[in-house]
Every structure is written in structure tokens, then in C-alpha cells.
């Protein structure tokens, strides 16, 4: 209890400029080396064959959209016990802790049913290549049915989040990726003994990481976070926290699938193209991932912090929060936009095999042009925060519509038309520019309606 009563008060009274570092780094930290392993996954994966980096690719949104419903869930979980903590309700948190295990355990279940059987069909979408249908469903299939590592692995970060204890949800990240950029080289290519596995190996490094970094993060949960550790005994879902938990998760679900459904749609205009034209985008993913996911590390540990003093009516604190939040976002960014526009070369090699410079001479310009976008999407990200820890989750929904399908899409469609390959990738800043007027306009109505009442 001594310690939640510190970490209530740090959250309620540390100036902002340590604390927010103080939440937010950790996690930072923890999702760099999300998009390290990633982006190593991506190299090793080359190295084997062209075709499959290009199966991964296209695998890809699937993972992702895996990963939004597992952290989109995760964020409702993680804005309900705030909230709760903030109102001084521990036994409500626990119930809220719970009851997000059991969303968790929902999640995996689709994914496990899908991984059974829809993997396999999902490439006969894409492709008629005998090769990469099997390279795909292959990968796609382990990742899938085994992907409860990932969602409780989630479940138990968050939960740690919530209670301001981000150094030991960095820690269990941590230790997934470790774990399965070790195994990667050795499961791809059969090092150290093992079988080379190819394409397998990668799926299975992936799932034996996320089960670790699982198992460690419900060890730490039950040690080391005093207000939520569970006992399971007689539980039963409560369908008020349920609803709780899905008001806030699942516009974060959506607003996180919007970038699987961007990713098959681009994958369709860019195909008319050729494979590396997918290739590119998919490179390009993995290192912006480097980039975004800092800033996404940024966001949800404000997320704790603005959703404890607004259900504490601290105004001056919500307000400092988010600006504090800005500079940090933007100065990320902005290292991510010099890196994009210097260096485009050097990254895009990184995924070659052997000689070939393809990728590298058809990448340049889509690194370029995309970095562009950088500073404004920091500012978008940042405020449609502010709307998720309000409880104005649709907000945040509505502006991730418009960055990356409304706008995005048609845009693509319309430039690949007009322009060929290297007028595609305009459309990114140009989604950016239209979705940060919205952000602004429903900032404002926040403002008037919800922030400026609070009064100290």
C-alpha cells in the first residue's frame, strides 16, 4: 500500500518534465527494441531468400493487426485501472486487472482459430507464386496458433503500466526480444546444432520470445505489483468493467488495425509494380518502426499520466503533461526525418541479398518523401492521447481513419495513376496535413468542454 501511495503521488505531484520521462522512457526503451527485433527479423529473413522477406512482408499485417487487438485491449485495461487508482479504488482495479485477462484470453482465440484455418488461404489472395503461398502459411500458421505468449505478455505490461511500474514492463519486453533475436540466426540457418529451419525458424523464434517475455511478466506482476496481484479464484467476468475496458480498447483496436488494413491495401496498389515495390513498403515499416515506436512508447505512459490528474481535476498538470509529451515527440521525430533524408541508402542495404541493389535504388525516394510526415504525425499522435486518457477514444479513432485510409488510400490510387511509383508515396504527407487540421479542431472541443471545467 506504502508504494501505491508513492506512485499516486508521483503521478499527482512530480513536476512534469521528470516524470514524464520517468513513465515514459522505460517503455520507450522497451518498444525501440520491439522495432529492433523487428527490423533484425527483416535482415536475417532477407538473407535466406527475396521471396521470403517478401512472404514476411505480406504476413505482416496480419502480425500487426494481432498486435493491435492484443494492445488495444491492452490500453482499455490500462485506462480503467488509472482511472480507478486515481479515484482511490484498489479492490476496482484488481476486478479491472482481471477482467482484462479474460479480453486478452478472447483475442487469442480468434487469432488461434484463424491460424488453423485461414493462414494458408489468406497468400491465395495475394499471389499465385507456388512458393511464397507456402513460405507464407507456413510462417503465418506458427505465429498465429501461438501467439497466447503475445497476448498475455501484453496483458501483464500493461498492467504494470498502469501502476506507474515501467521499469519491469520494460524489462519483460526486454527480454522477448532478446530471446528471439538470439534465436533467430540460429533457427533460420541451423547454428549451434540446430536444424536449419528457414522461414520457420523465424516464426518460432518469434512465438519462443513472446511465451518468455510472458512468463516473466506474469512472475514480476505477482512479486512485484502489490495493488494488482491476482488470484483467480471464483472469478467471473463482470460485464459493467467488461464494457469499461472495450470502451476505451476497442476504438484503440480499430484505430490499431486501421495500419493492417493500409498495409494489404497498399500491398495491392504497390503489387502493379512488382514485388520490390512491396518490399519497399514493407522496409520501410520496419525501420519507420524505429521511429514511431518511441513515440507510441511516449503515449502510452502518458496515458497514465493524464488519465490519473484528470480523475484527480488537475488542469494545470493535464496541460503540462501534453506539453512536455510535444517536445519529446518531436525531437524523436525529427532525429527519424534527418536519418530518412541523409541516410536513406545505408538503411535500405541493410535488407539486401548479396549484390542486388533493387531495393535500395527503388527505396531512396519512398524514404525520402515518407519523412516528410514525421513532425506532424508526432503532434497527432501525442494529442489523440489526450483523447484516449479523456475517455474520447473515438476522437483518437477518427483521426487515425483519416491519416491512414480517408486521405491515405485514395491518394495512393489517385498518384500511382498519375504519376507512377515514386508519386505514390506523396500520399503519406499529404494524409498527415489533412488528419493534424482535424486533431486540432477536436483538441479544441476537448478544451472548452472537458479540460478547461476542471478548475483547480
Not at 488461404?121 to 505468449?149: H, K, R
Request: charged residues 15%; aromatic residues 10%.
Amino acid at each position: 500500500v506504502m508504494e501505491q501511495q508513492e506512485r499516486s503521488k508521483m503521478l499527482g505531484t512530480m513536476p512534469m518534465g521528470r516524470l514524464v520521462p520517468k513513465v515514459s522512457v522505460p517503455i520507450m526503451v522497451s518498444m525501440l527494441v520491439q522495432a529492433l527485433y523487428n527490423i533484425v527479423d527483416g535482415i536475417f529473413v532477407a538473407r535466406y531468400s527475396p521471396n521470403a522477406l517478401t512472404a514476411v512482408s505480406l504476413a505482416f499485417p496480419i502480425q500487426l493487426l494481432m498486435i493491435a487487438v492484443a494492445t488495444g485491449l491492452g490500453v482499455g485495461i490500462n485506462s480503467l485501472i488509472s482511472r480507478k487508482l486515481g479515484e482511490k479504488r484498489a479492490e476496482e482495479a484488481r476486478d479491472a486487472a482481471k477482467n482484462g485477462m479474460f479480453t486478452e484470453l478472447c483475442g487469442y482465440a480468434l487469432f488461434l482459430v484463424f491460424g488453423l484455418l485461414f493462414a494458408k488461404p489468406f497468400f491465395n489472395l495475394f499471389t499465385d507464386d507456388m512458393e511464397l503461398q507456402a513460405l507464407g502459411g507456413e510462417y503465418l500458421s506458427i505465429v498465429c496458433i501461438f501467439s497466447f505468449g503475445l497476448f498475455f505478455g501484453i496483458c501483464f505490461e500493461r498492467m504494470m503500466q498502469a501502476t506507474g511500474n515501467t521499469v519491469l514492463s520494460m524489462v519483460t519486453q526486454l527480454t522477448g526480444a532478446v530471446i528471439n533475436i538470439i534465436l533467430d540466426p540460429i533457427m533460420i540457418f541451423g547454428l549451434l546444432g540446430c536444424p536449419a529451419m528457414g522461414i520457420a525458424g523465424a516464426a518460432i523464434a518469434t512465438v519462443i520470445g513472446q511465451i518468455g517475455g510472458m512468463t516473466l511478466g506474469l512472475v514480476l506482476n505477482q512479486a512485484k505489483n502489490v495493488e494488482l496481484r491476482l488470484h483467480l479464484k471464483g472469478f467471473r467476468p463482470n460485464k459493467t468493467i467488461l464494457k469499461g475496458i472495450l470502451d476505451v480498447g476497442f476504438p484503440s483496436i480499430i484505430m490499431q488495425s486501421i495500419s493492417s488494413v493500409m498495409n494489404v491495401l497498399m500491398n495491392m496498389i504497390l503489387l502493379g509494380f512488382g514485388a520490390t515495390a512491396v518490399n519497399v513498403l514493407g522496409v520501410y515499416f520496419k525501420l519507420q518502426s524505429f521511429v514511431f515506436m518511441p513515440v507510441f512508447g511516449l503515449s502510452n505512459g502518458l496515458v497514465a499520466i493524464l488519465g490519473y490528474n484528470y480523475g484527480a481535476r488537475m488542469r494545470a498538470r493535464v496541460y503540462d503533461a501534453l506539453k512536455v509529451a510535444l517536445i519529446w515527440a518531436c525531437v524523436i521525430m525529427l532525429l527519424g526525418t534527418i536519418a530518412f533524408l541523409l541516410i536513406p541508402e545505408t538503411l535500405l542495404s541493410l535488407f539486401e541479398a548479396g549484390n542486388a541493389r533493387d531495393l535500395t535504388d527503388m527505396g531512396v525516394v519512398a524514404l525520402r518523401v515518407i519523412s516528410l510526415s514525421f513532425l506532424l504525425a508526432a503532434v497527432g499522435i501525442t494529442i489523440s492521447t489526450l483523447f484516449q486518457a479523456v475517455g474520447k477514444g473515438f476522437y483518437s479513432l477518427l483521426m487515425s481513419l483519416c491519416r491512414q485510409l480517408i486521405v491515405l488510400l485514395p491518394a495512393a490510387w489517385v498518384l500511382s495513376a498519375l504519376g507512377g511509383l515514386d508519386a505514390v508515396w506523396w500520399c503519406f504527407p499529404i494524409a498527415e496535413i489533412v488528419s493534424l487540421a482535424l486533431c486540432l479542431a477536436l483538441y479544441r472541443r476537448v478544451d472548452e468542454k472537458l479540460l478547461k471545467p476542471l478548475g483547480e
